[in-house]
């Protein structure tokens, strides 16, 4: 964990990290990225505290992608701590999550989510879906300073 | 005696001759001489008189005979001693006393002649026939013609008194009389002007009536005259009353009373009425007079007087029947507070209840008195005290409550859901509330909230977790095609496509499944919609999904007031039928179109494609329900379901029209 983390991906499922990571790899995206699969593990790698203690004034990634519905703290508590910190409200956050429904959208969005994807079921749209994500944030998107 | 009578005595003394001084002494020697057999003849006579027998019969023998000797004595001093004034005197007394008696001067002097009778016997036997005699006899009738003068004169004298006094009397009552007449007179023209009067004789018969009889009755007194009473009768009286009157008079006592009576243009007066019988000798009645006074105006307002307390008589009646029955009904409505196992009570602006029925108690386990003693507020749960205090307001203002819920804490400390119903009396400020115990309805429907919770929460995870392993089976698959597709064969290519078909497949069937729930969940927001635009909007969105070779005519579509996102879907989902089940046609074509009818707004759906056997028609709009293959049109069986939820959400209807391979039309309306 010394080189520095661009992407950090908080999915429990392992079969959807897995077709993510392909994705993002396909685009040479996956060498700063950094999978953690709960949402408990995620706030403290990105406060430095519990196991990451040691991060504690390390770089923030340069984005986020989120899981919605995780074991413990599930994503949109997630979001919630990120944006309503200073230190990381900045941190742009993508939710990548199955769920079509309304009022989670709403919530995320309430919350300051930066962007909102649902996975298509479809392998290709996936993989299609993950990478532009990917690539906008990686490349296109200019972050404050 | 009168003092006239007295004046003239002296004038009554006479002046005499010798010579005939001579000839009455000649007479009177002899009547002297013979006086006891003379007097006592003469008085015999006297006693057998018509006039004198009875007026001196009373007087007794002594007085009588002192009388005659006082008399004989005067008669002797006046012609002896010619002292004539006392003679006078007794003669003139005598005279008034005969005028005074009424005696008939005529009678007295028959007595005279008598007396002369008796005497003349006894001159002729004293003096023989001679001229002695013949002096004697003028002597005696000398004597005899004073002594009469001067009765005579007082007779006339005291005569003439008493006929002057008796004018005077006659006079007097004569003035009287007139007056009592003019006073009669009088008496009978009030009478007559004041009343109304008939005489009839005994039978009934009318003799006479006045003018005021005329009047009252409208019969001329020549219609009057000659009928009798029952002219004027107008049936009223009873014929016992009638035969009352007549008893009454007939036995000459007088009757009294009021009678109707009808005139001769058949208008009614009322009479007061008092009938008097004249009797005769024999205390018969002869004739009758009614006396009659107009008491029709009396009678009139006695008679709405009469009316009018009937009538104040019979609204009491009917108030009182109406009371009764108030107080019954009363008694009824008190049985429905007291039996009803709805909440029922009165309260007042003050904030505490009034009037509670007995269910209260029952159920809540307080007293009566503590209900009614505490504030109202004090049972409501503390949660529910502000949006309670905002509907007690809203009362107090005067709006109505309608299904206003609270919790009222029981006895044990348990609460109830009470619905309330109220209104309040601007007049006293009262507050009238229904409340309901709704709590085993709240019950349920906590539960169907939990139900429909739970419903969420597996949607959720259906379309969360479901979706997780379809896109897994899918990556891998595909991953496997990737990595290692060169070292499949084209059988296992195969396998690998129909492993993503069905993950994808199911995908499109999830989703499905969820819009389907959610419509379950999703209130109607109505809008105006103009449908020409919806369906536009629809089109385009369909041409980004798939393309198709159908031709779409759509006419003039009406407005319509619904959920724009449900008619959307539906009309999403309708013309994407039509267009899938006439795909196979050469030329396919869609039809929409609308119309108004019966106030429903109708929209149709018309294609020329594959159509449906009418024989299935109950499966058209099942969930999963398919009329074809797979192989034939791909679908999930949800689409029309979904259609015929969101029309009956708007209370519309849906059908459908169609046959095999000539195509199908589909209808819903809207109102």
């Known amino acids: 964990m010394d080189h520095e983390i661009e992407i950090l991906l908080v999915e429990d499922n392992m079969s959807d990290a897995e077709m993510t990571l392909r994705a993002l790899k396909k685009n040479h995206l996956a060498n700063k990225i950094l999978h953690l699969k709960d949402g408990a593990e995620a706030l403290d790698f990105i406060f430095g505290e519990g196991d990451y203690a040691d991060r504690k004034n390390a770089q923030s990634p340069k984005v986020i992608l989120l899981?919605?519905?995780?074991?413990?703290?599930?994503?949109?508590?997630?979001?919630?701590?990120?944006?309503?910190?200073?230190?990381?409200?900045?941190i742009p956050v993508v939710m990548l999550t199955s769920s079509k429904e309304d009022p989670d959208i709403q919530e995320c969005y309430r919350l300051g989510v930066n962007s909102y994807v649902v996975k298509p079921v479809q392998f290709e749209k996936f993989v299609k879906a993950v990478s532009e994500v990917g690539l906008y944030w990686m490349m296109l998107n200019q972050p404050p300073n | 005696m009168q003092t006239k009578v007295k004046n003239k005595m002296k004038e009554l003394i006479p002046v005499l001759s010798e010579k005939e001084k001579q000839e009455i002494f000649a007479y009177y020697s002899v009547y002297e001489k013979y006086v006891y057999e003379i007097s006592e003849k003469g008085t015999k006579e006297l006693k057998e008189h018509p006039v004198f027998g009875k007026l001196i019969s009373g007087i007794p023998k002594e007085i009588a005979a002192e009388r005659s000797k006082f008399s004989r004595e005067l008669q002797k001093d006046a012609i002896i001693n010619n002292n004539w004034l006392p003679y006078i005197e007794y003669q003139t007394v005598q005279g008034v006393t005969y005028a005074k008696m009424g005696l008939d001067f005529k009678a007295w002097y028959e007595v005279v002649v008598l007396?002369?009778?008796?005497?003349?016997?006894?001159?002729?036997?004293?003096?023989?026939?001679?001229?002695?005699?013949?002096?004697?006899l003028t002597g005696m009738n000398r004597f005899m013609d004073i002594a009469m003068g001067i009765i005579g004169e007082a007779y006339l004298q005291e005569k003439e008194e008493i006929i002057i006094e008796d004018t005077k009397k006659i006079k007097a009552l004569n003035d009287e009389l007139e007056q009592t007449v003019k006073?009669?007179?009088?008496?009978?023209?009030?009478?007559?002007?004041?009343?109304?009067?008939?005489?009839?004789?005994?039978?009934?018969?009318?003799?006479?009536?006045?003018?005021?009889?005329?009047?009252?009755?409208?019969?001329?007194?020549?219609?009057?005259?000659?009928?009798d009473h029952r002219i004027i009768n107008s049936g009223y009286h009873s014929k016992e009353f009638i035969r009352n009157i007549w008893t009454t008079i007939a036995n000459g006592k007088i009757w009294q009373g009021e009678l109707k009576n009808k005139a001769k243009d058949g208008t009614i007066y009322w009479v007061d009425t008092t009938i008097v019988p004249f009797l005769d000798?024999?205390?018969?009645?002869?004739?009758?007079?009614?006396?009659?006074?107009?008491?029709?105006?009396?009678?009139?307002?006695?008679?709405?007087?009469?009316?009018?307390?009937?009538?104040?008589?019979?609204?009491?009646?009917?108030r009182t029947a109406d009371l009764e029955r108030n107080i019954l009904q009363l008694n009824e409505f008190k049985h429905f507070f007291n039996n009803s196992n709805d909440f029922s009570c009165?309260?007042?602006?003050?904030?505490?209840?009034?009037?509670?029925?007995?269910?209260?108690?029952?159920?809540?386990?307080?007293?009566?008195?503590?209900?009614?003693?505490?504030?109202?507020?004090?049972?409501?749960?503390?949660?529910?005290?502000d949006s309670t205090l905002r509907e007690y307001e809203k009362l107090k203002s005067g709006a109505l409550v309608i299904n206003f819920v609270n919790r009222y804490r029981k006895n044990d400390g348990s609460y109830l859901y009470f619905d309330w119903n109220a209104t309040p009396n601007p007049a006293t400020g009262k507050l009238y509330c229904i409340a309901r115990d709704i709590t085993a309805r709240k019950a349920a429907e906590d539960q169907l909230l939990s139900v429909n919770k739970e419903l969420e929460a597996f949607s959720y995870s259906v379309s969360h977790d479901l979706r997780a392993p379809l896109?897994?089976?899918?990556?891998?698959?595909?991953?496997?095609?990737?990595?290692?597709?060169?070292?499949?064969?084209?059988?296992?290519?195969?396998?690998?496509?129909?492993?993503?078909?069905?993950?994808?497949?199911?995908?499109?069937?999830?989703?499905?499944?969820?819009?389907?729930?959610?419509?379950?969940?999703?209130?109607?927001?109505?809008?105006?919609?103009?449908?020409?635009?919806?369906?536009?909007?629809?089109?385009?969105?369909?041409?980004?999904?798939?393309?198709?070779?159908?031709?779409?005519?759509?006419?003039?579509?009406?407005?319509?007031?619904?959920?724009?996102?449900?008619?959307?879907?539906?009309m999403f989902n309708l013309i994407s039928n039509a267009v899938k089940y006439s795909s196979k046609k050469k030329e396919p074509v869609v039809e929409i179109f609308s119309e108004e009818k019966n106030g429903e707004i109708i929209f149709s759906v018309k294609d020329n494609g594959a159509g449906f056997n009418?024989?299935?028609?109950?499966?058209?709009?099942?969930?999963?329900?398919?009329?074809?293959?797979?192989?034939?049109?791909?679908?999930?069986?949800?689409?029309?379901?979904?259609?015929?939820?969101?029309?009956?959400?708007?209370?519309?209807?849906?059908?459908?029209?169609?046959?095999?391979?000539?195509?199908?039309?589909?209808?819903?309306?809207?109102?």
Request: charged share 30%.
């Open chain 1, 67 to 90: 899981d919605l519905k995780m074991p413990k703290v599930n994503g949109i508590q997630v979001l919630e701590r990120l944006k309503s910190d200073e230190r990381t409200k900045k």
């Open chain 2, 115 to 136: 007396a002369k009778n008796h005497i003349v016997p006894y001159l002729h036997k004293e003096y023989g026939n001679g001229m002695e005699l013949v002096s004697s």
């Open chain 2, 183 to 227: 006073e009669i007179t009088d008496y009978k023209y009030a009478l007559d002007e004041s009343s109304i009067i008939a005489i009839t004789d005994q039978k009934g018969i009318i003799k006479n009536v006045n003018n005021n009889f005329c009047t009252i009755s409208k019969y001329s007194r020549e219609e009057l005259i000659g009928q």
């Open chain 2, 281 to 318: 000798s024999e205390h018969k009645p002869f004739q009758y007079i009614a006396i009659r006074s107009d008491i029709t105006e009396r009678k009139n307002t006695e008679l709405k007087i009469k009316k009018l307390h009937e009538e104040l008589e019979q609204k009491v009646n009917d």
């Open chain 2, 346 to 385: 009165i309260a007042n602006k003050e904030g505490y209840f009034e009037i509670l029925n007995p269910i209260f108690e029952k159920v809540l386990g307080y007293s009566r008195n503590e209900l009614t003693e505490n504030p109202f507020l004090d049972f409501v749960h503390p949660d529910d005290i």
């Open chain 2, 471 to 570: 896109r897994a089976v899918n990556g891998y698959a595909q991953m496997l095609n990737e990595d290692f597709g060169t070292k499949l064969d084209e059988e296992g290519k195969r396998i690998i496509e129909n492993i993503s078909y069905n993950a994808a497949k199911m995908g499109t069937l999830i989703d499905d499944l969820l819009t389907f729930s959610r419509l379950g969940r999703k209130d109607v927001q109505k809008s105006l919609i103009d449908m020409n635009e919806l369906t536009e909007g629809v089109l385009i969105e369909m041409d980004k999904a798939d393309s198709h070779s159908a031709k779409i005519n759509i006419g003039k579509l009406h407005t319509v007031q619904a959920d724009y996102g449900l008619l959307n879907q539906v």
């Open chain 2, 614 to 671: 009418m024989k299935y028609y109950d499966k058209l709009f099942g969930v999963f329900q398919r009329l074809h293959s797979q192989e034939e049109f791909e679908g999930t069986g949800v689409g029309l379901a979904i259609v015929q939820r969101i029309i009956a959400k708007h209370e519309g209807r849906i059908w459908a029209e169609g046959k095999v391979n000539e195509g199908a039309t589909f209808n819903f309306a809207i109102k």
